[in-house]
């Protein structure tokens, strides 16, 4: 079975700045409307990430956003899109792209390809997350994650546990929603970007006297 992708254009309004989004959606079978019984409206946010400046090769580290509800009323089904700024959907997130195949070259099934494995996704690990699935947060949305309604002046926090398993420098944009569904508007301070380097080398380490793990670098 061939999987069609399709594209959904989402208006969030920064101040007085449009900004237009387009996030890729894998369509397969029947599929799951992950934006039923959301109600259209502009709803402000406030989001603050976090994610090291500096990690090493085979390095665990934690990716954190929270976001804020700021308004007064209930965020429909509050979402956050991870996406590498300088190719958005077409890699997958905390990914890049590989060079386009050159004429004698073997053509490439896929080019993305993980800048860090992700360990863990956002939200509790049930079922899926046991199984190696992405876990129940993972949405119909490319790159994009749901941890559903949001009352007002609550935060919610999105931890993504994930290894570095290629060294460089790179930036990973993040971008939160109060809904799915095109017809729902964000506002506020709601997306941003982190530059983040990663070493060749690996994290060294020894086993102090007391029985705990002591990094060198």
């Not at 993305?112 to 049930?126: A, K, T």
């Not at 046991?130 to 949405?139: E, H, I, L, R, V």
Request: aromatic fraction near 8%.
């Amino acid at each position: 079975m061939v999987c069609s992708r399709r594209v959904l254009s989402r208006t969030l309004t920064f101040g007085v700045t449009a900004l237009a989004i387009s996030i890729g959606v894998a369509a397969c079978g029947g599929g799951q409307n992950d934006t039923a019984g959301e109600n259209a409206g502009s709803y402000p946010v406030y989001v603050y990430a976090s994610f090291p400046a500096t990690q090493h090769l085979a390095q665990q580290t934690h990716m954190v956003v929270q976001v804020t509800n700021t308004g007064r009323q209930t965020l429909p089904d509050v979402a956050v899109t991870i996406t590498n700024p300088k190719y958005g959907t077409a890699a997958q997130s905390f990914g890049t792209l590989l060079a386009a195949s050159q004429p004698g070259q073997p053509v490439l099934a896929g080019r993305s390809r993980p800048v860090w494995i992700i360990d863990q996704d956002p939200g509790p690990c049930q079922y899926s997350c046991k199984q190696g699935g992405p876990g129940a947060a993972a949405s119909a949305f490319s790159d994009t994650w749901a941890l559903g309604r949001l009352a007002p002046g609550k935060t919610v926090k999105f931890n993504w546990t994930v290894t570095a398993v290629q060294p460089g420098s790179y930036t990973i944009a993040y971008s939160a929603a109060a809904g799915l569904s095109p017809e729902i508007q964000t506002r506020g301070r709601f997306s941003g970007k982190l530059n983040v380097t990663i070493s060749a080398a690996p994290r060294q380490a020894y086993v102090n006297n007391a029985g705990k793990v002591v990094y060198t670098n």
